[in-house]
Each structure stands twice: as C-alpha cells, then as structure tokens.
C-alpha cells in the first residue's frame, strides 16, 4: 500500500465533499507506458537537430528554457516549434492520466491543474466516448464543465494551440501569454482555498513552469497538501524553492508522499471505486438482509480495471464508455442484489464476472430500458467472446421475439447476441434459468 489509512481517509473525505484538486506536472507523463521524454531531452533532440544549421552554444543542449529563449529573444520561436519531437510527446495513458480522468470525468475530483501540453488524460477520456478538452483560461474551463470537470493546462495544449505552448520565461512578457496565465490565476484563486490539494510531478527539468505556478498562487489556504514525487524532500526544495515553501505554507496538514504519482493515483482511484461499489451494495442491503444473504461482494481483491468494469455494469454502461457518476444509482440495487444472491449459490468472481456451475455471468442494471435496446448497444461495443450469460437487472420485456430452448430446467427466454455470443436475460428469466 502507498497510501496510509490517514491520508486515504483524507483524500476519500475530499472526494465526498467535493474538495479535491490535483496539480499534475510533466513527471506524470513520464512513467510508463507513456515514458514521455523529460524537458532536458527533448532539449537534446531540438538541440542536435539544430545544430547543423547553427552553432549554438554547448550550455543550451540541455536547459529547454534557454534553448527556446534563444530563438525567442530574436523572434523566432515558430522556427524552434517546428524542430520540436511532437511525436515524442504524444504516447498511451498511464494509470496515471487514466485516474485523473475517471475522476474528473465521473466529477469525483472538482478540477486538475495540469504543466503538460500533452494530451493523454483527454486521449483516456475521449477513447471512452466522452469530449474532454482541456482549457486554456478561466473562462474554457467553465464552459467545458457540462462534459467533465475542468482539466485546466497553463503551459498550453499541442493539439488545441501548439503555436501558444509555454516554453521559455521570455514568453511570460507577451500580452497574450500575461492574460492567459493571469486568466488561470484568477480562476485558481477562486476555486483553490480551502480545497485538498495532490500535487503531482511538478519537480521535474520543466523549472520554469515551477516558478509560474508558484507566482500565480494567489491563495492564503488549503485543508490540506499533498506532494507525491519519489524524491527526498530537500531535493524538491532546490529544484523548486518558491513552490515548495508555498505549498508548505498553505496547510498545517503537508504530506509529502514519496512515490510514483501514477502508482499513487492508481492506488487513490482504487480506493475510490471500491468506496462506489460498497455504496452501491449498501443499496441492496435492505432486501438482501430479508433473504439471509451474505452482504460481502468480494471486491477487496480487485485490480483497479475490475473495479471500474463493476462500475460500467452497476451504471449499465459497455466497456467503451466511461463511469460518469460519483454516486451508484438507485436502480443499481437490483444489479447489486443479483450479485449477491448468485454469489450465495456458490458463483465464485473473478473481477466483475462470475462463474457459476462452470457459466460466466455478467450482471448489468438494465435501468427500466427495453433488453433489447441494452443489448444492441453493448453488443456494438463488446469483445467477441462474451460471457455465457448476461442479465439485466431490471430491464423489460418489450416483447421482442425471442427463442425458447429447454435448458433441463425448464423453458426461458434465451436471447442469443448476434453471432451465436452471451445469452442475455432478464432477472425474471435469469431467476427461472439459474434456478435463483
């Protein structure tokens, strides 16, 4: 575990009250698989690729900052973004980026502050068929808010405006960069006191973002800091003074976590889900306790994708979308009932499928939708092995044709996904079928 019991209380306390805002810099796009390079490679690569057609002065090879001021300083900067490695900056999601957005997108987090023009929490969103876009002032960050809550990027963003990205303090005199920095300024300083803050990253080669952040902090108070970074506290003092005595000084409560941010926040979002899905369960509670049940669902094992694919399930949502409640809805209780009782007659679960008389089955809330409608749209999205069964919770029969079989325990109404896949139920036909 890298959480402790204290600060795990604090961080789930932070996301029930609506509190919880992390400040994500370059460091996270660098573990893997992403493995994005730091700012003093692509330093590097801008450097020797230059270097044919100019001489530069040795120094610049590995301080990105006064690389692109020297073709600032002259007005040159395009010129410098045209020799950037792009393509080196653009990579998969790491469980990392994969939590920040789960988070944001299922309003868990109230906003992340983000150093990276890099596109992977909105790449994890958008391949989960939600729009996330990351904004560039105060006023972007309000009106993205009706998708997910607001991933705000002040060094700027390579796909929505990569001739605008933030390389060199020289930018910091521009008219345009002075009003969008002081943009976000004016937005932190009204949404970040009081607030829990996770910090993640920051203390990278990228110093000057650093110094930006740090001068933009208008805020006085925090109900707490935390700092996630695997270095020692002295180290991240003297790559970053002013930000660190800052962040010290907003909160009696400072921890500083010395970890991997995406191990950390993989952790954080596991957490997450499994307090979700006890909600969830709570909810069956009350009919399960009149049947006998036993009330543990087994779900202190799973990995952090087993517990997000409960989720979709408990949301009645395919595998494609993305989890976009903080709260499991009420029509999850008979989806989370149904678990339960499979699991009293012995189904053993192996992440969120379980197996039952050598059946996988998998439970999804229906919702009051007609099954067909749930399973056209989850067969679209569904691999092409399936489990055996799928039930519905709390779908209807709209009277859709469907096929008798004799299963040797009496009729049902078997409905096959096209090709021959998952036999998809209702709970009234599950309860015949299974013997429930």
Known sequence: MILSDELRVRLLGAIETDTLIFLCGAGLSMASPSALPSAAKVAETCFDKWSATETLAPELRTDIDALAGHFHARGDLPTFLGIVPWNELSGPPNAGHAAIADLLVSRAAMAALSANFDTMIERWSQ????????ALSGQEA???ASVSNPLVKFHGCMNLAQAETLWTHGQLDEASVKARIQSLANWMTLHLPGKHLVIVGFWTDWGYLNSVLAESFNISNAASVTVIDPSAPDTLQTKAPELWEKLKSLSTKFTHLQASGADALNELRTEYSRAWLKKCFA???PLAETMGLNLDPDIGSMTSEELYSLRLDAEG???DHAGKLKEPPQGAA????LRLKLMSKGAVATGALLTLDGKVIRILNGAGRPLQEVR???TNAASVTGPDYVICAGAVDAGVPARLIASGRGLSFLRPSPGGGSIWLTTQEATAELSL
Do not use: C, D, N, Q
């Not at 391949?127 to 990351?134: L, P, T």
């Open 376 to 378: 056209e749209k989850h």
């Open 283 to 285: 909810l069956a509670k």
């Open 317 to 319: 949502l395919p595998p």
């Open 142 to 144: 309000v009106t993205y």
């Open 334 to 337: 008979e989806s989370a009932f």
């Open 127 to 134: 391949s989960r068929r939600v729009a996330m876009r990351g």
